[in-house]
């Protein structure tokens, strides 16, 4: 959706395009609370509203993707140092979009909304933990491994390995799969992390940082796998890695035949393409097709 600048409006006369801009026709109020003033008349659609808008020229895919930036803990920001800067708190939260829904009834783009809402990312710390997170979590019918996604970048309580054994710190796995029933026989996982390791990672001091977080999430329980760049693009790695997940969390064994396991593994890749096709500047994939 590059290029001129869009508004919402309610005239009758409908969308049109003039003088540099576009305008779109939002047939029922806008709620209060879905804009953000910023004097002299000006207002600007709050991240909940500016969803709703975009929703109707996006897959079900793209808009889940936009959600999870919006829920999640950067901004794409291609001239930045790595393309993206961080947050310390989301510019939305999944209550901001359930209180829109609510209001506007069945507008243009709500059904979707309310369906990519269900299967966005909460409190991502990046675009590729979106990505991993969405191929662990979403389900098998929309072409993911299935592993219910508990949390990202929660808070977990350890006990810091080196210290005073009553000395305590926090420690925020990427994505937390949590096993069916919690802990169970003694020895045996209570859940499993996902860590995505960037360049940020690259380095001595970052080495040494994901080996005392792995030793104290272990100490609690929880087995923790880590995902680099290579290893994400490999598709025999991810299908073997998310098995190896389900067995450690907990969850039945499935017993499924080899054609079925091949057109799985088919529709896992078709995932991954789609995905690389987001790229979080160029947004329409309804429109580009």
């Not at 993911?144 to 949390?151: A, D, F, H, Q, R």
């Not at 890695?241 to 396991?261: K, L, Q, T, V």
Request: charged share 30%.
């Amino acid at each position: 959706m590059d290029g001129e600048p869009e508004f919402i409006t309610r005239d009758p006369c409908g969308s049109r395009h003039g003088n540099g801009f576009v305008s779109h026709v939002f047939r029922t109020e806008v709620p209060q609370g879905s804009t953000i003033d910023f004097g002299g008349g000006v207002r600007c659609a709050s991240p909940a509203l500016l969803a709703l808008l975009m929703a109707p020229d996006l897959s079900r895919l793209e808009l889940t993707v936009l959600l999870s930036e919006l829920m999640g803990l950067y901004s794409i920001v291609p001239e930045a140092d790595g393309g993206m800067i961080q947050r310390s708190v989301p510019l939305a939260v999944p209550e901001d979009f359930e209180r829109l829904l609510a209001c506007v009834g069945s507008v243009n783009g709500a059904s979707l909304l309310r369906e990519a809402l269900g299967d966005a990312c909460v409190k991502s710390g990046s675009p590729r933990e979106t990505k991993l997170s969405l191929r662990l979590g979403l389900s098998c019918s929309k072409k993911g491994y299935g592993l219910p996604v508990l949390s990202m970048n929660d808070p977990l309580e350890v006990e810091l390995i080196g210290s005073h054994f009553d000395e305590h710190g926090i420690r925020r796995p990427d994505i937390l799969i949590k096993a069916p029933n919690g802990r169970r026989r003694p020895g045996e996982f209570s859940g499993v992390a996902f860590e995505y390791n960037g360049s940020i990672h690259n380095t001595q001091r970052g080495l040494a940082r994901d080996i005392r977080r792995s030793n104290e999430l272990r100490a609690i329980g929880l087995k923790e796998y880590e995902i680099d760049a290579e290893l994400y693009r490999d598709h025999g790695y991810m299908e073997d890695i998310a098995e190896h997940a389900r067995r450690d969390a907990g969850f039945p064994r499935r017993h499924i035949s080899a054609e079925s396991a091949y057109l799985r593994r088919i529709r896992h890749e078709e995932l991954y393409w789609e995905l690389e096709r987001i790229d979080g500047i160029h947004w329409g994939d309804k429109r580009r097709k």
